[in-house]
């Protein structure tokens, strides 16, 4: 299946829809830290309801951490300065789809990493800053498993 990483997340109810994400598709989340919440966090179990001992998350203390756990993958940075849209790659098992934190996305350093096959963007509307984190993953992660037909999941 696919794999979401982000990237120091910040708010919890985000991270929380992203562990519901994962339990409903079969990706695994993976985080780096720092995060900006604690997994005690209300807004966290609130968001992730009763789907968090179904998905599969890791936490990671550092970037070369969830390298280290994650290669060799593809790995595709979404980032609104990129100018490939999400929607035109061919997602392969296994591929990582990667987000940054919601403040400020990911920073340059992260977006050229040598790790990152391609930057990727999802099209919005002139003039608009940015979709919010939890959706980005959602609309990545279906487009990558309709690709695969929903493989194991029911229709």
Do not use: C
């Not at 390298?67 to 980032?79: C, H, K, Q, S, Y």
């Not at 987000?99 to 400020?104: A, D, L, R, Y």
């Amino acid at each position: 299946m696919f794999k979401i990483l982000f990237y120091t997340p910040e708010i919890p109810g985000n991270t929380g829809n992203a562990i519901r994400l994962a339990a409903i598709t079969g990706a695994e989340l993976h985080l780096v830290e720092p995060l900006g919440f604690n997994f005690e966090s209300a807004h966290l179990r609130r968001a992730g309801l009763d789907y968090h001992d179904l998905a599969v998350m890791t936490v990671h203390k550092t970037l070369e951490d969830a390298w280290d756990a994650l290669m060799p993958a593809r790995v595709f940075a979404f980032t609104t300065t990129a100018t490939t849209s999400f929607a035109d790659i061919d997602y392969q098992e296994g591929d990582v789809l990667m987000f940054g934190p919601e403040s400020v996305g990911l920073p340059p350093e992260v977006q050229n990493d040598a790790h990152i096959t391609e930057r990727v963007k999802i099209p919005m509307l002139e003039g608009r800053r940015s979709l919010n984190l939890a959706n980005s993953a959602s609309i990545a992660v279906y487009e990558a498993w309709r690709q695969h037909s929903f493989a194991g999941g029911s229709l």
